[in-house]
């Protein structure tokens, strides 16, 4: 199973130069077996209407959790201090700490093309990575 970070998203979106590879990324995993979490979800949301592509969200929206089976996870106030315990001992900002932490509460594999996820035990993947070959 795999948490698609804020940026994959981003790059399909936004149509940016890695979205064919996203795309067939997204193609290529059955979507029951990807995960987004509330953060990224609201992070994505305030880019595309900041944009004016609302249209774009309604269509993200909709291919994943409508149509699509995209799991949505969220962290617990309970989860916090262990947020923190990421940030501070792999040196992350709040967005990756709580990708990182849903990732490692679910047991999920990253996929991501912020190279901030190296730096931690998980680690993380691309989407060309994941891509068979």
């Not at 609302?54 to 106030?77: C, E, H, K, N, P």
């Not at 040196?91 to 709580?98: E, M, Q, S, V």
Request: charged fraction near 30%; glycine fraction near 2%; include cysteine.
């Amino acid at each position: 199973m795999y948490l698609v970070d804020t940026n994959v998203w981003l790059e399909r979106l936004l149509d940016q130069k890695s979205s064919e590879t996203v795309g067939r990324f997204l193609d290529a995993i059955p979507s029951d077996r990807l995960c987004m979490t509330d953060f990224a979800f609201h992070s994505i949301a305030v880019i595309l209407t900041r944009l004016k592509r609302t249209q774009a969200l309604l269509r993200l929206a909709q291919d994943s959790f409508v149509d699509g089976a995209v799991a949505l996870i969220s962290l617990r106030r309970e989860d916090t201090r262990r947020l923190v315990q990421a940030i501070e001992q792999f040196n992350l900002d709040f967005d990756d700490a709580y990708q990182y932490v849903a990732a490692e509460k679910h047991n999920l594999t990253i996929v991501s093309f912020d190279s901030d996820f190296d730096r931690t035990e998980r680690g993380r993947k691309t989407p060309a990575e994941i891509l068979p070959a």
